[in-house]
């Protein structure tokens, strides 16, 4: 019974401990409400970008789509990725080895799931995007940005 006290009270010290400190929101120059971003994006896209979510790989619009031409922020228009610099990467997502311009995005540690990883949000939002692996073509720097077709619109050249 002693035992069962003092791991209950270990367990309610970690939960009121991790709820004492709110996170440090960063400021982004776009910034809506839910009901804003509700209103302006697709189910999907606010699913992807908002609620952080990601997709089923292979059943994605962009995976495997190999039209030349540029992805687009679904919130904002912003060029984020090239046709150019995307490559089958067998894992089911829309894959790049970099982006149109690194100040388009961000990179932000991502400790949810139980995993510590690099998300990519954009940079002017905050909206999720994707993440980023060192597991990318050597030959074009090594990076493979795993991204979420949902977040994208794709424009033709």
């Not at 309610?12 to 209103?39: N, R, S």
Request: charged share 25%; aromatic share 10%.
């Amino acid at each position: 019974m002693r035992q069962i006290a003092s791991i209950t009270v270990i367990v309610l010290m970690f939960l009121t401990a991790c709820g004492q400190q709110p996170v440090k929101q960063k400021k982004y120059l776009i910034t809506k409400t839910d009901t804003e971003w509700k209103k302006l994006l697709s189910p999907t896209a606010y699913q992807i970008m908002v609620e952080r979510g990601t997709e089923r790989p292979y059943h994605n619009a962009y995976y495997n789509n190999h039209e030349k031409g540029i992805y687009v922020s679904a919130a904002t228009g912003e060029p984020l990725f090239s046709s150019d610099d995307k490559y089958d990467s067998g894992t089911g997502w829309p894959s790049f080895t970099k982006p149109i311009n690194s100040n388009a995005i961000e990179v932000v540690q991502d400790n949810s799931l139980g995993m510590s990883r690099d998300e990519i949000v954009e940079a002017k939002t905050g909206l999720h995007l994707g993440h980023v692996f060192d597991d990318g073509p050597k030959d074009k720097g090594g990076l493979r940005y795993c991204m979420n077709s949902g977040a994208f619109k794709f424009i033709k050249k």
